[in-house]
């Protein structure tokens, strides 16, 4: 089974920032969180990963809580590319990854 | 980052054929390979894992006899459909891996195949 819970769907008005939250209450010490997205008819695009500390890249920010429970993705404005499925997803190394479900963001103009 | 490269992007073949797909780690060496497939409107599910040299590691329900694997250096890796039905069109994705935990983890731009 997945090891995170996503919401199935969110909408997000095109301009505005996207949260996206992910629950990974079991995660263990040493498995990072990291956030992909799907565009239909692709491979899961790399989005960002990391394991305490928030992360910010080109594309996206992550706020993992103190705790490691849960994380946020942040798409800090969203255009109508970014209408996707994203996925997160815990593992360590050479862990096999079990997808959940993901989250399908909507852009609305 | 990194580059991972599949290959064909799409086949159609006819029921009772064989199809290979062919999964590339353009610039790090993989010493796991991780084979997806994904039906449509579904998440992926792994299929099986393999490291170099070695015998790949099928999840429950795959068959091994029909998805052949070979991962025979650190930067190439095989899946083969032998014996393709209509109901293993698919679209299969790859996932090589170096094994280092703070590496961005890629995944392939995935093989569309159909069965007809």
């Known amino acids: 089974d997945a090891k995170t819970t996503q919401p199935t769907s969110m909408d997000c008005a095109e301009g505005r920032a996207a949260n996206l939250p992910c629950n990974h209450s079991t995660i263990s010490g040493n498995e990072y969180v990291y956030w992909y997205r799907q565009i239909h008819s692709q491979g899961p695009q790399y989005i960002i990963h990391?394991?305490?500390n928030n992360e910010t890249n080109e594309m996206a920010s992550l706020i993992i809580t103190e705790d490691r429970k849960s994380s946020t993705l942040i798409l800090p404005h969203a255009t109508l590319r970014d209408t996707a499925v994203y996925y997160c997803?815990?593992?360590?190394?050479?862990?096999?990854?079990?997808f959940g479900k993901g989250t399908r963001l909507h852009i609305l103009p | 980052g990194a580059v991972v490269s599949q290959h064909p992007s799409w086949v159609i073949c006819k029921s009772g054929t064989s199809v290979k797909i062919e999964c590339r780690s353009l610039?790090?060496?993989?010493?796991?390979m991780f084979w997806y497939r994904q039906f449509p409107k579904q998440s992926l599910m792994l299929m099986a894992t393999?490291?170099?040299?070695?015998?790949?590691?099928?999840e429950q329900g795959v068959e091994k006899d029909k998805f052949l694997i070979n991962h025979a250096s650190l930067t190439l890796s095989t899946l083969t459909v032998t014996s393709a039905h209509p109901e293993d069109s698919s679209f299969y994705i790859c996932?090589?891996?170096?094994?280092?935990?703070?590496?961005?983890?890629?995944f392939g731009p995935g093989t569309r195949l159909t069965v007809t």
């Open positions: 997803i815990v593992f360590y190394r050479d862990d096999k990854i079990i």
């Open positions: 610039d790090f060496q993989a010493t796991t």
């Open positions: 393999s490291n170099e040299g070695s015998k790949a590691t099928y």
């Open positions: 996932r090589p891996s170096a094994g280092l935990s703070t590496y961005e983890q890629y």
């Open positions: 990391g394991l305490k």
